[in-house]
């Protein structure tokens, strides 16, 4: 599994980092910037062919930006003069995100940067919550980029364990049929028309599903009106 630095503050962590043989690294410009500093991490990274994600938060962005700007403008720009600085050192092994809790301004940020640059994207909500409401937040930004055609990677940032976080992003590319890992499973709401007791039928076959790779398709039916599709 492919090793990431998430970097801040302390530019010498990244060079540390580097040293001890990380596949990649994610500096955020909102607290990473000073030229100095930025250039040794750079030249430090093309010697080992170590790629470098440009992170943008909403939540850090540089003291510099303008305030009369919208916050996916600023993120744009944060992200933007990053990469002038990087590749004004002769480094493109670039990746960027631009990650927000509000979904709309995301999107903006994405739609916006996507236009401009070549590289690849990584994207996601950031801070999204627990479960129960983070997992709606993350789908409604991320699937909308990706049916947009934006985004190379994702992440699903959840509060909770690591693991939930990897089954969410995995369901929400089985739906777009961009990925296929593992089973799909249809079910009934729980209707009046429901013959049998339709939750506790398709909870447990859910369980024991978790424990195929194969990508099938499972449906689990209340009555004879809706078909697996």
């Not at 947009?148 to 992440?155: A, F, V």
Request: net charge neutral; glycine share 8%.
């Amino acid at each position: 599994i492919p090793i990431i630095a998430d970097i801040h503050f302390d530019y010498r962590l990244a060079l540390m980092a580097l040293e001890a043989g990380v596949d990649g690294l994610r500096l955020n410009p909102g607290n990473i910037s000073e030229p100095k500093r930025v250039r040794a991490i750079a030249q430090a990274a093309k010697e080992r062919n170590v790629p470098i994600r440009i992170g943008v938060n909403a939540g850090s962005l540089p003291k510099t930006a303008n305030p009369k700007l919208t916050i996916a403008q600023r993120m744009v720009d944060a992200a933007l003069e990053q990469i002038r600085l990087l590749e004004s050192l002769d480094f493109d092994l670039i990746k960027v995100s631009l990650k927000a809790f509000d979904v709309p301004t995301t999107i903006e940020a994405y739609q916006s940067i996507a236009e401009k640059i070549p590289y690849p994207l990584h994207i996601g909500i950031t801070e999204a919550g627990t479960p129960r409401t983070g997992i709606i937040r993350s789908v409604a930004g991320i699937s909308t980029l990706l049916y947009m055609g934006i985004g190379d990677t994702i992440r699903v940032s959840l509060t909770a364990h690591p693991r939930e976080e990897v089954i969410a992003g995995y369901e929400i590319l089985k739906s777009l049929n961009l990925r296929q890992h593992g089973p799909i499973l249809a079910s009934c709401p729980s209707c009046g028309r429901a013959e049998v007791d339709i939750v506790k039928l398709a909870e447990t076959v859910e369980e024991q599903l978790i424990k195929i790779n194969k990508p099938i398709k499972v449906a689990v039916m209340g009555c004879v009106v809706n078909g697996p599709g």
